[in-house]
């Protein structure tokens, strides 16, 4: 699913270079539930957003589905992240002047997909993270969690390749953040490959591999032993 | 993204900040409707100009001399000319026209005076001009023989003198050259300028009509500045004036000195030059839209920033720099189309307003509206383009981070 080699990232900050990811080889293969893991300045948000196709890496190949990420255009990357992937921030990034449903609706109106057909897939997607109640609600009505509902309704409504989250429970209280693991556990279950970035050792508890950076290189790639359930601490 | 999803979602955000929207519309308002105002009044002028033609009828002449500085006294048209123009077969009435300046009109203090035109004709005048009698009567064949002292004014003079405008009989005094001459009023018109001159009494010059005759002895001088001729046969309107002018040529013992002008033609002089000033109001007013226009850029600019991070979402949901670009543009050209639309409205019924001040039906073409709604789209487009295409070139990663 997704391959990476020798992946370079190198900023130009003024004179200096910074070298955020120095020959990084990763292999993510379907249905995998991943956590990259590192302190901040590691080199993992870059990672994230290079495999999002949100940037580009300056050396070294990224293969997305078979797909070369690394050669395409602007305009297909944005069709890459609309059809392959499903973003889910720690800040939710919903629009706040539209409703739940809108929002999930949004990745289908740049697919170009049908008013009506939308709406039944976004209904379907709220209703999968259990917020058929609130279509109607915009953003300020909802609660944290049910922000992050949302959002992670909206990630899966074009049925993408990889789920990728972006510390998606820094801004929930733990009730909620678990709530959240746990419907990403289902969706794991169901097929669905999640990479998620964390600082946060608990959550990563949660998932089946958590790879380490530091200083834009992999220091460490393991297979949780036991993968902690939600399931046992919600009512 | 389809075109309609982003005007929807166009519209969507012009009217969550409604205040704001309305106040960058206004720029565009202003011009639209000061430009359909002035082009209605304007349009709407020609259009009542033309129809005052026609009621004269299109077999007019008017002849004059071509360039009265470069004549010398022996080709300055003169009374006796008369005789001459009334005797060719076409003509059905002449009247010379001899308008003295200078002239003060003693007003009901007698101290205070108020400067005239005196205007010299025949009781000929009468058929080719629309005078519009509302007390007495014009000149006729006697007053203009035994060059009487008589005049007709219009009403608004005689409110100034009088106080009331039923003045036939009544005596004004004109003077001309320090020297004061008592008139009888045998008519009141109305002021050709209408209401219109009501609001300006002070600058609208007062115009008074006697005896060619009577006038010529005030000013001592027997010149005629033009005569004014009605013919029989319209298609022999350009013989009849090559012919008069021969005449005239032959009795001055000059040449090409002598212009003879059509009803028809004065009109299109008239209309070219209400044209040329309706051209250059509404580009002043142009210019206001210009100003609206840079407002409407300027807005859309802070409108990008402040929503660098909506510009952000939508891209990592897959949005294109197209898309994007679309949607800022489109929320432009809504601003303008909006402001063109109730631009139009509001030039429409200032048009109407000033039209029923002037007594003049403002005429609102179909040129004139298509052009405004190209001309306010086209606004938005050129105003908007640099604002969509800053947001179009956001980078995703630095826009999802902006606070």
């Known amino acids: 699913m997704i391959a990476i080699k020798n992946l370079t990232k190198v900023y130009q900050n003024g004179q200096i270079e910074v070298a955020a990811l120095r020959t990084v080889n990763l292999t993510v293969a379907a249905k995998e539930f991943v956590s990259i893991m590192g302190p901040s300045g590691s080199g993992k948000s870059t990672m994230m957003n290079i495999i999002g196709c949100l940037d580009k890496s300056t050396e070294g190949e990224y293969c997305l589905d078979q797909v070369n990420i690394s050669s395409l255009k602007d305009d297909d990357l944005a069709d890459i992240r609309n059809k392959k992937i499903g973003f889910i921030f720690q800040s939710f990034n919903l629009l706040p002047k539209l409703t739940a449903l809108e929002n999930v609706e949004l990745p289908m109106v740049y697919a170009g997909i049908g008013a009506k057909e939308r709406k039944d897939r976004a209904l379907d997607a709220l209703k ?26 909206r990630a899966l409504v074009n049925q993408p390749s990889i789920l990728l989250a972006d510390e998606p429970t820094g801004n929930l209280d733990s009730r909620s953040g678990e709530e959240i693991m746990g419907i990403f556990q289902d969706l794991n279950q169901e097929g669905a490959t999640i990479v998620m970035v964390t600082h946060e050792p608990e959550i990563a508890a949660y998932t089946k591999r958590i790879v380490t950076f530091r200083d834009g290189e992999i220091i460490s790639d393991e297979l949780v032993k036991n993968t902690l359930s939600t399931r046992r601490n919600l009512v | 993204m389809n075109l309609v999803e982003s005007v929807k979602s166009a519209f969507r955000s012009v009217f969550s900040n409604k205040m704001r929207s309305f106040l960058t519309m206004l720029g565009i308002i202003i011009g639209i409707s000061s430009v359909i105002m002035i082009t209605s009044i304007g349009q709407g002028s020609q259009a009542a ?58 007003l009901r203090n007698p101290k ?29 064949d006697t007053d203009v023989k035994m060059k009487s002292k008589v005049a007709i004014i219009d009403d608004g003079l005689a409110k100034v003198i009088f106080g009331y405008d039923d003045v036939i009989g009544q005596q004004i005094y004109v003077q001309v050259k320090q020297v004061k001459h008592p008139f009888t009023v045998i008519g009141v018109i109305k002021n050709p300028m209408g209401d219109f001159a009501s609001l300006f009494p002070d600058q609208m010059p007062t115009m008074l009509y006697m005896p060619i005759g009577a006038v010529h002895d005030l000013y001592g001088t027997n010149r005629i500045q033009n005569f004014a001729v009605a013919i029989q046969d319209k298609d022999k309107i350009n013989d009849t004036s090559l012919e008069l002018t021969k005449m005239l040529e032959k009795k001055h013992r000059n040449e090409n000195q002598y212009y003879v002008q059509s009803a028809t033609e004065s009109l299109d002089v008239v209309n070219k030059v209400l044209g040329y000033f309706t051209a250059f109001i509404s580009f002043v007013a142009g210019i206001s839209l210009l100003v609206g226009g840079i407002g409407v850029m300027n807005i859309m600019l802070v409108t990008v920033t402040e929503r660098t991070r909506e510009i952000g979402i939508r891209k990592s949901l897959g949005a294109k720099n197209k898309d994007i670009r679309i949607q800022f543009l489109i929320e432009a050209m809504i601003l303008t189309i909006i ?63 902006y606070e």
Request: no cysteine; aromatic share 6%; proline share 4%.
């Open chain 1, 128 to 153: 999968k993270v259990g917020l058929e109640d609130r279509v109607f609600h915009k953003p300020n009505e909802l609660s944290g969690g049910q922000m992050q509902r949302v959002a992670i309704a």
């Open chain 2, 49 to 106: 100009l033309t129809g005052e033609f026609d009621k004269l009828g299109v077999n007019m002449l008017t002849i004059s001399l071509k360039d009265p500085s470069k004549a010398t006294s022996r080709d300055q048209l003169i009374i006796e000319d008369m005789e001459i123009i009334k005797n060719h077969p076409q003509v059905t009435s002449v009247t010379p026209l001899y308008q003295g300046g200078n002239a003060q009109i003693q």
């Open chain 2, 339 to 401: 402001g063109g639309l109730i631009g139009m409205a509001l030039g429409y019924l200032g048009g109407l307003g000033i039209g029923s001040l002037m007594k003049i039906a403002p005429k609102v073409s179909f040129i004139v509206v298509s052009l405004t709604v190209t001309l306010s789209s086209m606004i938005g487009i050129i105003f908007g383009v640099y604002p969509a295409n800053k947001a179009a070139k956001l980078d995703p990663i630095e826009a999802l981070r």
């Open chain 2, 112 to 140: 205070e005076y108020r400067s005239s035109i005196l205007i010299g004709v025949n009781e000929s005048y009468k058929d080719i001009s629309a005078l519009n009698f509302i007390y007495g009567r014009f000149l006729i």
